[in-house]
């Protein structure tokens, strides 16, 4: 079936530091890839999409890259901030599965002054 | 807009009661999702629905679970009778559909059952 999976957190950085969080998928067909965030006592909010392949997501000053040869959907960002310290989720919805995500186990980011 | 809304926020009852969690999905929106976060399960999609109708409720724990939308802009997930391993957080969400397919959650209802 399809699934995602994400590094195992907590990723602990310090300010300024650079950031990946590693994603990985197995689907049939082509879908489309998503990242959603995650802050202290809230709900998901989606950070960026990519619905094909080589289509780069941005927002934020956080990237990912769709990489259809290597399944994967890493998000990187060059200067993390204190306030980027939040859960990260990778998701993917196949394209006959309706408006049904399947999501990662989630990677919890900490930032360090 | 106003957003995906739940109610309540916060919930604590003795095990055995009945608990009933609301959605109201963003207006014009034709997927209402229903999820639970535990730390210990992480994220799990327990039903979702399409134009008012249940379409997959495989991730329903037990018989003690029921979600119903009775029109498009409300949702209920009654739990019945409560157990103190269905403390958790539990997200609705609502999707416009094709092709934008974004979910936009709500902010959760805390349900601590003791």
């Known amino acids: 079936g399809n699934s995602v999976t994400q590094m195992e957190g907590p990723v602990t950085l310090s300010e300024e530091a650079f950031l990946t969080i590693n994603c990985t998928y197995t689907?049939?067909?082509?879908?489309?890839l998503f990242w959603y965030v995650q802050y202290p006592g809230e709900g998901l909010q989606l950070l960026l999409k990519?619905?094909?392949?080589?289509d780069k997501g941005s927002n934020k000053g956080f990237e990912a890259t769709y990489r259809k040869e290597t399944t994967s959907f890493h998000l990187e960002k060059g200067s993390v901030q204190v306030s980027d310290s939040a859960v990260y989720f990778c998701?993917?919805?196949?394209?006959?599965?309706?408006?049904?995500?399947?999501f990662g186990q989630g990677t919890e980011l900490s930032v360090k002054p | 807009d106003a957003g995906v809304i739940q109610s309540p926020r916060h919930e604590v009852t003795e095990m055995g009661q009945e608990v009933t969690l609301r959605c109201k999905p963003i207006?014009?929106?034709?997927?209402l999702f229903w999820y639970r976060q535990t730390m210990m399960r992480g994220l799990e999609l327990l039903i979702y629905?399409?134009?008012?109708?249940?379409?997959?409720d495989s991730g329903m724990p037990e018989d003690r679970f029921s979600a119903k939308m009775p029109n498009a802009s409300f949702s209920t997930l009654k739990i019945q009778p409560s157990e103190p391993r269905d403390s958790a957080v539990y997200f609705c969400?609502?999707?416009?559909?094709?092709?934008?397919?974004?979910?936009?959650f709500g902010p959760g209802t805390r349900l601590t059952v003791l």
């Open positions: 998701a993917l919805r196949e394209g006959n599965q309706g408006g049904k995500l399947i």
């Open positions: 689907a049939t067909g082509y879908p489309s």
């Open positions: 990519a619905t094909k392949a080589d």
């Open positions: 207006s014009g929106h034709d997927y």
């Open positions: 629905f399409n134009n008012n109708v249940p379409i997959d």
């Open positions: 969400a609502s999707n416009p559909g094709t092709p934008y397919n974004e979910q936009f």
